[in-house]
C-alpha cells in the first residue's frame, strides 16, 4: 500500500505541497462535505485497495470508496462523511476498516466498508503543527492497536481501536520530518516497515510497539513496502527502484525493472507469481521470488498505484483509472 505525494505528483495531488494555502482552504470545506455519489467512482482516480473476507474496498479522490463483491465486476460506493483526496486503506478484522487521506483525516468502517465515520482529522490536537498536512497510509496490528503515518514526519498511533490517536513522531528518528509514504507488517510476522523520503526506512519487531531506523539501500524517496512473505519485502521507489530481502529487512539486493518510472508496490499470486506495478502503466511480472521481472507495460499507459490478487490468475488494480481487473497472463 503506498501512496507517496512524490509519486501522486504525477496525478491528482501534485499540487498538494506547492500550493499548501489553497490546498487549507479546500480541506476545510472538503472536511464538512460528505462524498458525492457518482456512477463513475470506480472509475476516477482510486488510490489503495483492500481485501475484507471476500470484498474489496478501494479509496480516492473526492473521498470516494467503492466496494465490490464480485471480484472487481460490479461497484457500489460507500457512504463517506468527508471528500478529501483518500490514499489509504487497511483491515484489520473482518468487519473493521481503516481510511486514511488529506488533511488527517482517518475514517473508520465497522461493517466492512459499507459506512464510515470520521475519527480525526488536522482539527484535533493530536494534528499539532502537521495541520492541513495529509496522512498516505494505515495498518493495524489488530483491532485496537494501529498506526498511520504522513507527510512531513506525521506519524499517529491509536491502541483503542482508533477512539483516540495521538501523535507518535517521537517513537522514529526523523528530525527533519521527511515525508512517511507507506507502512506495512510482514504476514505472519512481528515485523513492520515504513519508508519514506530521503531513503528513511524504519523497522519494528514488535508489531509498532518499538522502532530503529536500519540501512536503506536507497537515498533517493522510498514510494512502498510490500510485505508479501516473510521471505519476500519488497521497498520501490523513485526511478523505477525495487529492492528485495528475504531476511525482513536485514540484507537488501536490488532487482533490475529496466523501466524509470516511480515504482508503487507490488503483489504476489498463489502459484508464486510477482506483479509490479507503478506510473505510465507500468506492469513487471517475475515467475518466483527470483524477481526476473518481464514487462507488461499497460497500453493506455495510466499510472496504477496498488494491486491486489483476487484469483490464482486475476489482479486488481487501482490508479489513474479507477479500478481494472488484469488477467494475469494478458498485457
Do not use: C
Not at 487549507?24 to 482510486?46: C, G, I, N, V, Y
Not at 488536522?122 to 507527510?151: C, H, I, S, T
Not at 523520503?197 to 522502532?211: H, I, M, P, V, Y
Amino acid at each position: 500500500m503506498t501512496k507517496p505525494l512524490q509519486l501522486l505528483g504525477a496525478l491528482a495531488l501534485g499540487v498538494s505541497l506547492a500550493s499548501a494555502p489553497a490546498l487549507a482552504e479546500t480541506a476545510k470545506t472538503a472536511l464538512d462535505r460528505p462524498a458525492m455519489l457518482s456512477e463513475k467512482a470506480s472509475r476516477t482516480l482510486l488510490i489503495d485497495v483492500a481485501q475484507v473476507g471476500k470484498r474489496v474496498v478501494a479509496v480516492g479522490e473526492r473521498g470516494h470508496i467503492v466496494y465490490s463483491d464480485d471480484n472487481g465486476r460490479n461497484w457500489k460506493q460507500a457512504a463517506v462523511p468527508v471528500s478529501v483526496l483518500l490514499t489509504g486503506v487497511y483491515f484489520a478484522t473482518d468487519t473493521a476498516g481503516w481510511a486514511v487521506g488529506h488533511d488527517g483525516v482517518i475514517l473508520h468502517s465497522a461493517d466492512a466498508g459499507a459506512t464510515w465515520t470520521l475519527q480525526h482529522s488536522g482539527r484535533e490536537p493530536a494534528a499539532e503543527g502537521k495541520e492541513g498536512a495529509p496522512l498516505l497510509d494505515v495498518w493495524f496490528a489488530d483491532a485496537q492497536n494501529g498506526y498511520a503515518v504522513g507527510a512531513y514526519g506525521y506519524f499517529l498511533r491509536t491502541a483503542d481501536g482508533g477512539k483516540t490517536w495521538i501523535n507518535n513522531a517521537a517513537a522514529i528518528s526523523n528530525p527533519d520530518g521527511w515525508h512517511l509514504n507507506s507502512i506495512a507488517g510482514v504476514p505472519a510476522s512481528s515485523t513492520v516497515f515504513i519508508a519514506g523520503e530521503q531513503g528513511k526506512l524504519f523497522r519494528s519487531a514488535d508489531s509498532g510497539a518499538t522502532w530503529a531506523a536500519i540501512p536503506s539501500p536507497f537515498d533517493g524517496s522510498l514510494f512502498g513496502v510490500s510485505a508479501i512473505a516473510p521471505d519476500l519485502v519488497l521497498i520501490s521507489g523513485l526511478q523505477g527502484r525495487l529492492f528485495a530481502s528475504s531476511d525482513e529487512g536485514g540484507h537488501w539486493r536490488q532487482v533490475q525493472t529496466g523501466v524509470s518510472s516511480g515504482i508503487s508496490a507490488a503483489a504476489r499470486l498463489v502459484d508464486g507469481r510477482v506483479f509490479v506495478v507503478g506510473n505510465a502503466g507500468v506492469v513487471l511480472v517475475a515467475a518466483d521470488n527470483r524477481l526476473d521481472l518481464v514487462s507488461q507495460v499497460q497500453s493506455d499507459r495510466r499510472s496504477i498505484t496498488a494491486a491486489l490478487p483476487l484469483s490464482a490468475s486475476e489482479l486488481l488494480v487501482v490508479g489513474e483509472g479507477g479500478a481494472k481487473v488484469l488477467q494475469a497472463d494478458s498485457k
